[in-house]
């Protein structure tokens, strides 16, 4: 065996290795096992923070997201039979989260408020010349309703039938709140780009 061969192998192994200790950490939790919850949470909390951020107004906001996640993952963590991706079935648990408390915290309005339409596909021009924490500050700045939508269009992969479901509000009310969503984008990344050009002259 040459040496890319090697390297490939070891990669097999170590990636084995991995699933097998998460799947020993599930398991583990799934007898409420409090060490083993402390490892799930230092395995993941970065990540999931980082999903509760784009959802929440604020770091304050997104770690009660967090919390109230962790909480019902630990809760229903006996429901995972191990079938598909555990950190997919984590992260519809926190978006969810997100969702009720999103529910709970603002009224949705169910109307078409008349913005003009984009391009479903018209992301590019929005998040090709920023960083990944620049776009997270921006969409936290937006209204409840537009955040909740553009991130799960934009960035979940939600269907506006989907969203119209979760958050009972209309089809078209999901398309007007994602299409006001992207021109408040473009016009925050249009200023901030702005400000730094006249830093940098």
């Given at each position: 065996?040459?040496?890319?061969?090697?390297?490939?192998?070891?990669?097999?192994?170590?990636?084995?290795?991995?699933?097998n200790q998460l799947d020993n950490i599930i398991k583990r939790c799934q007898q409420s096992d409090s060490r083993a919850q402390k490892e799930l949470y230092d395995l993941f909390g970065k990540k999931m923070y980082g999903v509760c951020l784009r959802y929440g107004g604020n770091h304050s906001e997104a770690q009660d997201i967090l919390h109230d996640g962790f909480l019902k993952i630990f809760g229903k963590i006996g429901q995972f039979e191990f079938k598909g991706s555990f950190e997919g079935w984590m992260r519809r648990i926190f978006v969810n989260t997100a969702l009720e408390r999103f529910r709970n915290?603002?009224?949705?309005?169910?109307?078409?408020?008349?913005?003009?339409?984009?391009k479903e596909d018209s992301y590019e021009h929005i998040t090709s010349n920023i960083t990944a924490e620049e776009?997270?500050?921006?969409i936290q700045e937006l209204s409840p309703k537009y955040r909740v939508v553009f991130n799960m269009y934009a960035i979940e992969g939600y269907s506006h039938?989907?969203?119209?479901?979760?958050?009972?509000?209309?089809?078209?009310?999901s398309k007007s709140n994602l299409s006001r969503a992207r021109m408040i984008l473009q016009d925050k990344v249009r200023q901030l780009y702005s400000a730094s050009v006249k830093v940098g002259m």
């Amino acid at each position: 065996m040459n040496k890319t061969g090697k390297i490939v192998v070891t990669l097999r192994n170590n990636v084995r290795d991995l699933n097998n200790q998460l799947d020993n950490i599930i398991k583990r939790c799934q007898q409420s096992d409090s060490r083993a919850q402390k490892e799930l949470y230092d395995l993941f909390g970065k990540k999931m923070y980082g999903v509760c951020l784009r959802y929440g107004g604020n770091h304050s906001e997104a770690q009660d997201i967090l919390h109230d996640g962790f909480l019902k993952i630990f809760g229903k963590i006996g429901q995972f039979e191990f079938k598909g991706s555990f950190e997919g079935w984590m992260r519809r648990i926190f978006v969810n989260t997100a969702l009720e408390r999103f529910r709970n915290q603002y009224k949705v309005i169910n109307i078409q408020d008349g913005w003009r339409d984009i391009k479903e596909d018209s992301y590019e021009h929005i998040t090709s010349n920023i960083t990944a924490e620049e776009l997270v500050a921006l969409i936290q700045e937006l209204s409840p309703k537009y955040r909740v939508v553009f991130n799960m269009y934009a960035i979940e992969g939600y269907s506006h039938k989907e969203i119209a479901e979760l958050l009972g509000i209309n089809e078209g009310t999901s398309k007007s709140n994602l299409s006001r969503a992207r021109m408040i984008l473009q016009d925050k990344v249009r200023q901030l780009y702005s400000a730094s050009v006249k830093v940098g002259m």
